[in-house]
C-alpha cells in the first residue's frame, strides 16, 4: 500500500486555481485583443474619413460642411482616445492576470515538488523492503537449496 502524500488536497486545489488562472487569463487577452481591433478600427476609419474631408476641402467645401466634417472628426478623436484609455485599461488586466496566472503555477509547482519527493520517499522505502524480503527469503533458503 502506498503511503498518501498529504498534502494532495492542497495541491488538488493549487491545480484547479492554476487551471481557472490560465483560463482567465486567456479571456483577459482575447478581450484586450478584441479592443485593440475596435481600436484600429476606430483610427483606420478616422484616416479614412480625414482623407475624404481632405479632397472635399480641395473642390471646394461651404462653412457648413467644413464645421460638419472638423465636428465629426473631433468626436472620432474622442471616441479614439476613450478607445484607447480602454485598451490601456485591458492591457493592465491582462498584466495583472498573467501575473494571477505566474503566482498559481509557482504554488503548483512547489506542490507538485512536494508531491515527487514524497513519492521518491515511498519508492525508495518500498525498494528497502522488497530487498529486505528477498534477503530474507534467500536467507531462508540456506545454502545450496535450490528452487
Same mark, same amino acid.
Given at each position: ?8 488536497? %492542497?495541491?488538488?486545489? /493549487? ?8 483560463? $482567465? &487569463?486567456?479571456?483577459?487577452?482575447? =478581450?484586450? !485583443? ?26 471646394? %467645401?461651404?462653412?457648413? /460642411? ?8 473631433? $468626436? &472620432?478623436?474622442?471616441?479614439?482616445? =476613450?478607445? !484607447? ?63
Amino acid at each position: 500500500m502506498t503511503a498518501r502524500f498529504h498534502l494532495q488536497p %492542497l495541491l488538488d486545489l /493549487a491545480q484547479t486555481r492554476t487551471d481557472d488562472a490560465a483560463r $482567465k &487569463l486567456g479571456e483577459l487577452v482575447a =478581450a484586450e !485583443r478584441d479592443l485593440e481591433q475596435k481600436l484600429k478600427m476606430l483610427e483606420d476609419y478616422r484616416h479614412e474619413y480625414h482623407e475624404r474631408f481632405v479632397q472635399a476641402a480641395r473642390d471646394g %467645401l461651404t462653412p457648413d /460642411a467644413w464645421r460638419n466634417y472638423s465636428a465629426f472628426i473631433g $468626436k &472620432l478623436d474622442d471616441a479614439i482616445g =476613450a478607445q !484607447r484609455r480602454i485598451v490601456e485599461q485591458s492591457r493592465t488586466r491582462t498584466t495583472e492576470g498573467q501575473q494571477a496566472w505566474l503566482a498559481q503555477r509557482t504554488k503548483l509547482k512547489a506542490f507538485d515538488t512536494l508531491s515527487q519527493r514524497h513519492q521518491s520517499a515511498v519508492n525508495r522505502q518500498q525498494a528497502r523492503q522488497e530487498q529486505k524480503q528477498s534477503d530474507e527469503h534467500a536467507a531462508r533458503r540456506g545454502p545450496g537449496t535450490e528452487e
